[in-house]
């Protein structure tokens, strides 16, 4: 099982960014999928997540009307087009896939884990 994750960079405060997560080696389609960050001396959170049929969306309140989760069943790929970006978005993100469709706001459901892409957004 592979989650490779990509599309971080170095922006300014009001960029957008595109983050991907190309998935293999696990059945995608009926996964659900989520994505998570996690800044410099933090714990882990919550951002976006996705069910497997992708008709339910979840945003963390901090990210919700900026960032927008979907998913591509065909290509195996999760996204996240994140816009209007803050300095307080600086962290590196995760993509995190699990079955089931409950409570996706939680990292302890999730089974498989990619390994990261850095955002960090300057001011």
């Known amino acids: 099982v592979q989650l490779q994750a990509s599309g971080g960079g170095l922006v300014q405060t009001g960029a957008s960014l595109r983050l991907s997560c190309a998935a293999s080696g696990l059945p995608f389609s009926r996964n659900a999928m989520g994505w998570f960050r996690q800044a410099p001396g933090k714990e882990r959170e919550f951002v976006a997540a996705i069910n497997r049929s992708a008709d339910s969306t979840y945003y963390a309140d901090s990210v919700k009307g900026r960032f927008t989760i979907s998913r591509d069943n065909a290509k195996n790929t999760v996204y996240l087009q994140m816009n209007s970006l803050k300095p307080e978005d600086t962290a590196v993100y995760y993509c995190?896939?699990?079955?089931?469709?409950?409570?996706?706001?939680?990292?302890?459901?999730?089974?498989?884990w990619g390994q990261g892409t850095l955002v960090t957004v300057s001011s």
């Open positions: 995190g896939s699990r079955n089931g469709g409950a409570n996706l706001q939680y990292s302890r459901y999730y089974r498989y």
